[in-house]
């Protein structure tokens, strides 16, 4: 399998494999960063995707993530070989009810965000640079605007979109053309081997990779697909540890999502692989480049994560896999 995928029309040239960070600062900092990132740069992986909002949901820290990532480029020294992913937007999670219906996508939002996002990361310019949610209620226009003038600033080199509409990403590439701008080079959507089957999470204001939007990148290649919560937030890997009992309560945990776990094991023999192989494995057997984003907590599984690309899945495993 291809160890790099090249964004249409920019430099941008990403390992296969993202590694997210919502967990730095929660599950690992200091010297276990170091081992986790250092171990997927020896892996070849050079795409680390982070947020301003990971992980103001538990108190004590504000950028948490952002800053575990910073403290580790600034004691490697490895600026220069990462392609560095931060996001901004996002709805306040630091009260103890946050409302995630209210948008904090403004002018002065997004430039206290990238602002602090530059200053937790110790860096002067962010490589990829997300919108983390939308606002129907401004313009697109309006929005894409704001990405130009941190570009012309020198603060960032491309941006993206996260938990767009395939209607919303139409408009601002139309509107992108007739500006002559690059627009948006990634989006970020749900998109995993269990979302077929899922009941509905909780958070409305969440986008999925499927129907339209599905669709929208099938035909739309410079825009890539980039999945969050890849590994459907471990429920098949604490299916397989603890069984039904420690799953009943899962989003994940429906007939459907059981049935994909016995044909899941049916992979495993077949190629010899893991479990979370067989799950990383079900993007690159789509229809458009994605490039999955993949949370580890010890460097053992990012090496267990970045094997997945020498396992050669087929398309016609993972039909049979989310077959009725």
Known sequence: MEKRIIIPNTELSLYPIGLGTVDAGLRWDGEEADRIMGTYLEQGGNLIDTAHVYSDW???????????????????????????????????????????????????????????????????????????????????????????EFVKAGKIRYYGCSNWDAERMKAADDYCAKKGYRGFVADQNLLNLGMKYMKPLADDTLGYIRGETFQYH???????????????????????????????????????????????????????????????????????????????????????????????FTEEDYRKLLEE
């Open 58 to 148: 538990i108190p004590g820290e504000k950028a948490r993530s952002e800053r575990v990532v910073g403290d580790w480029l600034a004691r490697s020294g490895k600026r220069c070989q990462i392609v560095l992913i931060t996001k901004g937007g996002h709805p306040d999670m630091t009260s103890s009810t946050p409302d995630l219906h209210e948008s904090r996508m403004t002018y002065k939002d997004m430039k206290e965000d990238l602002d602090g996002s530059l200053k937790q990361l110790r860096t002067d310019y962010i490589d990829l640079y997300f919108y983390h949610r939308d606002n129907r209620n401004q313009s697109v226009e309006e929005e894409i605007e704001v990405m130009e």
């Open 218 to 312: 099938v035909a739309n290649p410079s825009n890539l697909a980039m999945p969050y919560m890849g590994n459907c937030s471990g429920f098949f890997h604490i299916l397989a540890a603890k069984g039904k009992d420690g799953v009943r309560e899962n989003s994940y945990y429906t007939p459907g999502n059981m049935k994909v776990a016995h044909r899941i094991k049916e992979l495993q023999t077949k190629y010899e692989c893991t479990l979370t192989q067989v799950i990383l494995g079900f993007f690159f057997c789509q229809p458009f480049h994605c490039v999955p984003l993949y949370g580890s907590s010890n460097p053992e599984r990012v090496i267990d994560a970045c094997k997945t690309l020498e396992i050669p």
